[in-house]
């Protein structure tokens, strides 16, 4: 079982990490690897922290080295077995080798002030969801935002509507979800741009 995440930062506690999910994949169009580095990029240039799960693969990789490419921090943290798969980046200001995907997760969650979810797969959705379900159960307060690059998440975010209309969520839960589909938007509904 996942150790739950520390409070978010109140008024006087800004953002100063935010936790990126995303792909160890490309994906299919150029547009989601130049949105990972532009991510990266901005949170550097703001003096924002990274927190990722410490691969060097596709969109894990872009991020990273969009922000330490502007002299950034980025924190990775990623599971052994991950490890003595040869994907763990080894450039990073911190690389934290953990010995489960469920402590990777508490503490990423435990060193950020916020949650971005770029494209990705079912670790990145497994990740995003247990983050929302913390912050609904009342267990954090940290932002969580899907940027929702080239319309990615449209088909999700329709059905969580339709979880709305079956009864199964409540449109309280469902508007904790912030969606913004460019990296200045997210930035700007974070409070950070």
Not at 48 to 61: C, F, N, S
Not at 74 to 92: F, K, N, Q, R, S
């Amino acid at each position: 079982m996942t150790t739950p995440i520390a409070l978010s930062p109140t008024a006087s506690s800004p953002i100063k990490n935010v936790a990126v999910f995303c792909a160890s994949a490309d994906g299919a169009d150029p547009v989601y690897r130049a949105a990972a580095v532009e991510l990266g990029r901005k949170l550097a240039e703001r003096g924002i922290g990274v927190v990722y799960g410490g691969a060097k693969v596709g969109l894990m990789q872009a991020v990273a080295e969009g922000a330490m490419g502007t002299g950034g921090r980025v924190v990775g943290v990623i599971p052994t077995v991950l490890v003595d798969m040869e994907v763990a980046h080894e450039g990073l200001t911190e690389l934290h080798v953990v010995d489960t995907m469920h402590t990777r997760k508490a503490m990423i969650g435990a060193r950020s002030d916020a949650f971005i979810a770029l494209p990705g797969g079912f670790g990145t959705f497994e990740e995003m969801f247990e983050a929302l379900a913390w912050q609904t159960l009342k267990l954090h307060s940290k932002p969580v935002l899907l940027l929702n690059t080239n319309g990615f998440y449209d088909t999700l975010l329709k059905f969580l509507d339709e979880c709305v209309e079956q009864g199964m969520l409540t449109q309280e839960k469902r508007e904790i979800v912030l969606v913004a589909r460019t990296v200045d938007e997210a930035l700007g509904l974070l409070g950070i741009a």
